[in-house]
């Protein structure tokens, strides 16, 4: 049984880029694109997935990487596309 686990913590921006609404398997799903600014760090891969609460007593919500950008080839900021399925 694989499992996740986490891999790195961070601080970080977090930006809506759109939302969307479409119809599978007879309910309406919800599909939002956002994207994270963090320091720049190693050993991210669009395999793995953020967790992100925005308070310790939020609600955690769980985003799946889309691509991991290095702006500007600058190894400081990393932008990560990420897509959050909300049900």
Do not use: C
């Not at 309406?28 to 190693?42: G, K, L």
């Not at 308070?55 to 691509?67: A, D, H, K, M, N």
Request: proline fraction near 3%.
């Amino acid at each position: 049984i694989d499992a996740w686990q986490d891999v790195k913590s961070a601080w970080a921006m977090i930006k809506t880029l759109k939302g969307s609404e479409y119809f599978s398997s007879s309910s309406t799903q919800n599909e939002t694109e956002s994207r994270f600014v963090i320091h720049y760090t190693t050993g991210l891969h669009p395999n793995m997935r953020i967790t992100y609460k925005k308070t310790p007593l939020s609600v955690e919500r769980i985003f799946s990487i889309e691509s991991i950008i290095n702006d500007d080839e600058a190894d400081k900021p990393l932008t990560i596309i990420v897509k959050e399925a909300i049900k």
